[in-house]
């Protein structure tokens, strides 16, 4: 989708931004526990103003998230009484740290280093040329043994409006370069998108990913800027 997408769903609030979770996903409680955030640096591409922020700042020394949208961003802290300062497009407040950014625009200096991906809602969120530019600039900014907790859902028939579906082939394919387990896959057929859709039916699925190496096929930087 285009930035104007995402800016006017977050002006329009409501089933627009369905995708905000009112709760922490249990997938980050169950496969993200405290003891294995314990002095790691989580990093959380497209974050709006997701509540796992929160609960990864209580257990990880760090929490970087990008999001393109400053209302997001300035509800997040607000609607959590977080007091923030902002430097720039930096928003701090405490140990989170957010980049009012296009994720597309990013380098490893503007994140720095981490050594947790959280994607909940990132991938699904975005059409197939732009998932190819997402999953691009990751693995540009990710280092080799980073752990990723991936979330996706797979669903038929299939739309063609976020969030997409996406099977575990699919991200066999999208990473390579990653052992993946494959952790989660229940059927959830009370989802609000079955009903509204009315879909045959929906998966929910949780990936825990580690990177072996960097990709000789996805790390080209710069047709990565050139397409941005």
């Known amino acids: 989708m285009e930035k104007a997408f995402w800016f006017n769903s977050w002006e329009l609030e409501g089933h627009y931004t369905s995708f905000h979770r009112k709760d922490i996903h249990p997938y980050a409680i169950k496969y993200l526990p405290p003891f294995a955030l314990e002095g790691q640096t989580v990093f959380v591409p497209?974050?709006?103003?997701?509540?796992?922020?929160l609960y990864f700042s209580r257990f990880a020394t760090r929490v970087i998230g990008v999001e393109i949208v400053e209302k997001a961003i300035i509800q997040f802290f607000e609607e959590n009484q977080l007091a923030y300062r902002q430097i720039g497009s930096r928003f701090v407040s405490g140990n989170i740290t957010i980049l009012c950014r296009d994720f597309f625009s990013l380098n490893r200096e503007d994140v720095g280093a981490f050594d947790i991906v959280y994607d909940r809602a990132s991938l699904v969120a975005l059409?197939?040329?732009?998932?190819?530019?997402?999953?691009?600039?990751l693995e540009w900014l990710t280092p080799v043994g980073t752990l990723s907790l991936l979330n996706t859902l797979e669903y038929g028939p299939i739309l063609p409006s976020p969030p997409f579906s996406i099977a575990p082939a699919d991200v066999v394919g999208y990473f390579p370069n990653y052992a993946i387990d494959h952790v989660e896959s229940p059927t959830l057929p009370n989802h609000g998108m079955v009903k509204k859709f009315n879909l045959s039916y929906l998966k929910e699925h949780g990936f825990m990913m580690r990177k072996l190496y960097d990709s000789p096929v996805l790390i080209d930087i710069d047709e990565v800027m050139q397409m941005a």
Do not use: F
């Open 127 to 137: 059409p197939p040329a732009m998932r190819m530019r997402y999953l691009q600039t």
């Open 46 to 53: 497209l974050c709006g103003k997701s509540l796992d922020l």
